[in-house]
Structures are given as structure tokens and as C-alpha cells.
């Protein structure tokens, strides 16, 4: 009998490892689309036979860094912005990615395809208002600045990052043409002096949650924001706008931090949420556009209008450019907490 105890005790011990290999965690930035992914991605892959724990987090590398120089990783996926990518992958704390197990990089966005992850989904930071209250539709970012045509409040992201690149375009600068002028002394100061011209009336927001709340109540009359955000607020029956001109779109990555316990299993779930079903499916749930550019000819023709990789959508679109702000981005944070100050 004894015997017997020791080898179900044994047996229970043996059959550990083999159960933590049956879940992964994936780390995301939660809201909508922590919601969405949940539907499209996490459901799917957990009848595959691994369970997936969703963890929130709000970008910080630091806690993937802590992990890793530990050699306590505890996440095995984990959801990353454009500049966190480059930074964490030059400083060795992704594992590189091994692309003979995903589809074929020639159908992915090129901006999609990286040594240490992949492209997630496409969103846009692009210029919103609420329908309700305005009876003609702001067109160019000239629009924005236009207080007099458009009267009332105009709510901006806290920093300088989209706000330069709008304001140069509504000084008449090509989108094409933005980064190129904003290198430049010259033109920095030119994207500064038109901000200027619309301080007073600029209502700062610092989370995305923020700029559909200022439009449904009336505090501010256009407001940047993140496409998702109104889309979210859409779906809520928020009679909300969008302005696709001129909107600059980014990526997010899937990323697995070195030394993931469960790195086999990662690999599987990126795989799948990089696949063209699955993708199509995301789109669904919130208007975050694909980075698979087969899933394009999977999604409902009104559902495609909404996302910022739609033709008409990305027509005038300006990718951020990871590279400036790096190089740039310090100094030009500095000057614009001196400018806002001010």
C-alpha cells in the first residue's frame, strides 16, 4: 500500500513539468483590444491545449529586463511597441524570432518583419470629432489649426511625438516630406512656432482612454486620438469621426523575452496570431489593421473602410519614423516640456 502511495506521489511529481507546459502567458496593454485578442487569438489557441494567462502591463521594458538578467522569466510572449522592439532586441532581451515557423515574410508589411518578433497589428494616431456637434467634417490638419472655421477646444497627446509631424503638415508639408524637414533645425523650430499658434486653445491628454471622453462631453471640439479608441467608443454608439488625412500609423510586436520557459509553445502562438484567419478575425472585434497582408482579402468590405490599412485610409498616411525619434526624441521632449510650460 505504501508503495503504491510513494508511486502516485511520484507520479504526481513527474506529471508537474509536463502541466506547466500545457499554458503560456501573454502580456498585452489590455482595454479593447486585450479584449480583442482575447477573442481572436487567446479562445482559438487555448483549444489547441495550452492555456493562455493574459497579464496587463503598460510597456515597461524594464520589468522584461529585470526578468531576464535574473533569469526568472515568467512571461513567454509579451506585446511591445515600435522603439521598444529595436531597444530590447539590441540589448538582448528577445529571443530571436525563427521565421522558418511563420508564414513567409513576403506577406507581411515590410515595417512587420523583425530579427527578434513580428508585427502585431497596425493602429493609427489620426484626428477625431464628434458628429454630433459638427455639422461639416474637419478634412486636412490646416482644418485643426483652424479655430475660426472650427471653434472650440483642440485635445493633443501630451509630448511631441505626432504633434511636430501634425503641425507641419498643417504648416503645408507633404506627409512624405515630414521627417525629412523636422531633421532640420529649421524646421523643427517652424513645427514649434505653428504649435505655438494653437496653444491656447490645446486640452492635453495623456491616456488613450481620454480623447473619445473630451468629444462625448463637449470639452474639446477635434482631439488627436488612436483610431482604436474611437472605434471602441463607436461600437458603444458614440457618434464619433473619423479623419484618416494625414494620420500617422505604427506598429505593435509579438516579442518572447529570452529565456521564456516555454519558448516552443510561443513560437505556436505567434505563428497562429501572425496567420491570415486569424488576423481577419482580430479586425472583427476592433479596427486595428493586419500586418499579414493576405487577411486584407478576408475581411467584410465595411469592416476594411475602418482600419488604417484600408487603401483610402493609408492613402496619405505617414509611418512613424522609430529612427528619428531616437535619435531626436530626448531633445525634442526636453523643448517641448520647456514649450508647454511656458
Given at each position: 500500500?505504501?508503495?503504491?502511495?510513494?508511486?502516485?506521489?511520484?507520479?504526481?511529481?513527474?506529471?508537474?513539468?509536463?502541466?506547466?507546459?500545457?499554458?503560456?502567458?501573454?502580456?498585452?496593454?489590455?482595454?479593447?483590444?486585450?479584449?480583442?485578442?482575447?477573442?481572436?487569438?487567446?479562445?482559438?489557441?487555448?483549444?489547441?491545449?495550452?492555456?493562455?494567462?493574459?497579464?496587463?502591463?503598460?510597456?515597461?521594458?524594464?520589468?522584461?529586463?529585470?526578468?531576464?538578467?535574473?533569469?526568472?522569466?515568467?512571461w513567454d510572449v509579451v506585446e511591445v511597441e515600435s522603439p521598444d522592439i529595436n531597444r530590447g532586441c539590441d540589448e538582448g532581451l528577445f529571443e530571436k524570432l525563427d521565421?522558418?515557423?511563420?508564414?513567409?515574410?513576403?506577406?507581411?508589411?515590410?515595417?512587420?518583419?523583425?530579427?527578434?518578433?513580428?508585427?502585431?497589428?497596425?493602429?493609427?494616431?489620426?484626428?477625431?470629432?464628434?458628429?454630433?456637434?459638427?455639422?461639416?467634417?474637419?478634412?486636412?490638419?490646416?482644418?485643426?489649426?483652424?479655430?475660426?472655421?472650427?471653434?472650440?477646444?483642440?485635445?493633443?497627446?501630451?509630448?511631441?511625438?505626432?504633434?511636430?509631424?501634425?503641425?507641419?503638415?498643417?504648416?503645408?508639408?507633404?506627409?512624405?516630406?515630414?521627417?525629412?524637414?523636422?531633421?532640420?533645425?529649421?524646421?523643427?523650430?517652424?513645427?514649434?512656432?505653428?504649435?505655438?499658434?494653437?496653444?491656447?486653445?490645446?486640452?492635453?491628454?495623456?491616456?488613450?482612454?481620454?480623447?473619445?471622453?473630451?468629444?462625448?462631453?463637449?470639452?474639446?471640439?477635434?482631439?488627436?486620438?488612436?483610431?482604436?479608441?474611437?472605434?471602441?467608443?463607436?461600437?458603444?454608439?458614440?457618434?464619433?469621426?473619423?479623419?484618416?488625412?494625414?494620420?500617422?500609423?505604427?506598429?505593435?510586436?509579438?516579442?518572447?523575452?529570452?529565456?521564456?520557459?516555454?519558448?516552443?509553445?510561443?513560437?505556436?502562438?505567434?505563428?497562429?496570431?501572425?496567420?491570415?484567419?486569424?488576423?481577419?478575425?482580430?479586425?472583427?472585434?476592433?479596427?486595428?489593421?493586419?500586418?499579414?497582408?493576405?487577411?486584407?482579402?478576408?475581411?467584410?468590405?465595411?469592416?476594411?473602410?475602418?482600419?488604417?490599412?484600408?487603401?483610402?485610409?493609408?492613402?496619405?498616411?505617414?509611418?512613424?519614423?522609430?529612427?528619428?525619434?531616437?535619435?531626436?526624441?530626448?531633445?525634442?521632449?526636453?523643448?517641448?516640456?520647456?514649450?508647454?510650460?511656458?
Amino acid at each position: 500500500m505504501k508503495m503504491k502511495t510513494l508511486m502516485i506521489a511520484v507520479a504526481a511529481v513527474m506529471a508537474i513539468p509536463a502541466m506547466a507546459q500545457s499554458q503560456i502567458t501573454v502580456v498585452n496593454f489590455g482595454g479593447a483590444n486585450g479584449a480583442a485578442q482575447k477573442k481572436a487569438y487567446f479562445e482559438p489557441f487555448e483549444k489547441t491545449g495550452t492555456k493562455v494567462v493574459q497579464v496587463e502591463y503598460n510597456g515597461e521594458q524594464a520589468k522584461i529586463k529585470a526578468m531576464v538578467e535574473a533569469k526568472k522569466v515568467t512571461w513567454d510572449v509579451v506585446e511591445v511597441e515600435s522603439p521598444d522592439i529595436n531597444r530590447g532586441c539590441d540589448e538582448g532581451l528577445f529571443e530571436k524570432l525563427d521565421w522558418s515557423k511563420l508564414p513567409p515574410k513576403s506577406d507581411f508589411q515590410a515595417a512587420a518583419v523583425h530579427e527578434c518578433g513580428v508585427g502585431a497589428f497596425v493602429w493609427s494616431t489620426v484626428m477625431a470629432y464628434n458628429a454630433d456637434k459638427l455639422k461639416t467634417a474637419p478634412v486636412t490638419w490646416a482644418d485643426f489649426w483652424d479655430v475660426k472655421k472650427f471653434p472650440g477646444k483642440r485635445g493633443m497627446r501630451k509630448g511631441p511625438r505626432y504633434n511636430l509631424e501634425f503641425a507641419l503638415m498643417a504648416d503645408g508639408v507633404a506627409p512624405a516630406d515630414v521627417y525629412k524637414v523636422l531633421a532640420t533645425k529649421d524646421g523643427a523650430d517652424r513645427a514649434f512656432k505653428k504649435m505655438t499658434e494653437l496653444k491656447p486653445n490645446i486640452q492635453f491628454w495623456e491616456a488613450g482612454a481620454q480623447p473619445p471622453q473630451f468629444l462625448v462631453a463637449g470639452d474639446v471640439a477635434i482631439t488627436t486620438a488612436y483610431n482604436g479608441r474611437i472605434d471602441a467608443a463607436q461600437r458603444e454608439g458614440k457618434n464619433l469621426g473619423i479623419t484618416w488625412t494625414g494620420g500617422i500609423y505604427d506598429l505593435d510586436f509579438w516579442v518572447m523575452p529570452k529565456g521564456t520557459p516555454n519558448k516552443a509553445a510561443a513560437e505556436k502562438f505567434i505563428a497562429m496570431a501572425a496567420s491570415v484567419e486569424e488576423q481577419a478575425e482580430y479586425t472583427k472585434h476592433i479596427s486595428y489593421g493586419p500586418t499579414n497582408n493576405k487577411a486584407l482579402a478576408k475581411i467584410d468590405p465595411k469592416i476594411l473602410a475602418m482600419l488604417p490599412t484600408s487603401p483610402a485610409n493609408s492613402k496619405t498616411a505617414l509611418q512613424f519614423n522609430i529612427s528619428f525619434w531616437a535619435d531626436q526624441g530626448e531633445a525634442l521632449e526636453k523643448r517641448f516640456a520647456a514649450w508647454a510650460a511656458q
